[in-house]
């Protein structure tokens, strides 16, 4: 082989690296570019909102957007709403998909691959199907309008129970059977043992969970009946549309999304590392 061929071998992996490069960094621009132009437009002025072209970096910050936000919303109330219903649905998530899928992937009883389809099955079924029995649920429970009323019925979740058990499944059997004839209990084992071996799915499933239960709008709505002071920030933003037609009121909108959207961006910016870890195991086992 010549110098030239392999100067020219050499070079083909390094282009094409760089275009791979280019191209994702072209995606992370397209993705990231709405979330960027809401914080900016948040930050402008009503002049510069409505200016044409479209001012792309304020000249002159402003809060005032936020200020007027906090006016027309309970913002505070609001948003601690949705961090009950978001965090303690998603404890309740991670509690029984643990402890389910744990059941599934270790266990061997009659009936477990029938029932385990069926759950399975419950997957693919639009929410609006469930909606009617649940909300006739809830109701016989005495939950409803109330933050209880959104919680309750998504404590446990399919999906979740899926992932646990994929991934418990690959914790070896010897290091349970070994813990077992320690005589550790199998809640301990389940939570010294199994939970730290499958950490990068449960902090995924967390983000997951989180950031839907955070953005739920359709079964909150139904659930509360006007109740305004148990409101999600996500409902809570609906009343911004009144003021959506003027675009002098551009930068009001842009400023209640961004604070809808900071907690679920804060909480991925510090399990990212974990959710990255979960995509790589799964595609290794896979």
């Known amino acids: 082989m ?3 061929t392999r ?4 070079k083909r992996p390094s282009g094409r690296k760089a275009l791979l490069a ?6 992370a621009v397209a993705s990231a570019f709405p979330l960027a132009w809401m914080v900016l437009s948040s930050l ?3 002049a510069e909102t409505m200016q044409v072209p479209p001012v792309w970096i304020p000249r002159t910050p402003t809060l005032e957007a936020y200020e007027k936000v906090a006016g027309v919303i309970n913002v505070g109330r609001s948003m601690w709403n949705s961090l009950i219903i978001a965090s303690v649905t998603t404890a309740g998530i991670l509690v029984t998909s643990m402890m389910a899928g744990y059941a599934f992937a ?9 029932l385990f389809s069926v759950l399975i099955a419950t997957m693919f079924l639009p929410p609006i199907v469930t909606l009617i029995p649940l909300y006739r649920m809830v109701g016989s429970l005495g939950l409803s309008a109330s933050l209880a009323g959104i919680i309750v019925p998504n404590l446990a979740n399919a999906f979740g129970i899926f992932l646990m058990r994929q991934f418990i499944a690959g914790v070896p ?5 070994a813990a077992r004839m320690d005589g550790a209990s199998e809640l301990l084992i389940l939570y010294k043992i199994v939970a730290p071996s499958v950490a990068p799915a449960i902090a995924a499933l967390a983000l997951f969970a989180f950031v839907y239960h955070w953005n739920s709008y359709l079964w909150p709505l139904t659930v509360l009946q006007g109740n305004a002071d148990a409101y999600p920030i996500v409902i809570s933003l609906s009343r911004l549309l009144s003021y959506n ?3 002098v009121n551009t930068g009001l909108v842009m400023a209640g999304a961004t604070l809808a959207v900071l907690p679920p961006l804060v909480l991925f910016v510090f399990l990212q590392r974990f959710f990255v870890d979960s995509i790589v195991g799964s595609a290794i086992k896979g």
Do not use: C, E, N, Q
Not at 7 to 10: D, E, G, I, P, V
Not at 22 to 27: D, I, P, R, S
Not at 173 to 177: E, K, R, V
């Open 22 to 27: 280019t191209a994702m960094l072209l995606v």
């Open 173 to 177: 059997d010897d290091l349970i059977d």
């Open 2 to 4: 010549s110098a030239s």
């Open 245 to 247: 037609r003027g675009a």
């Open 44 to 46: 402008k002025t009503p």
């Open 7 to 10: 100067s020219l071998a050499r």
């Open 106 to 114: 270790k266990y061997s009883f009659p009936g477990r691959s029938l």
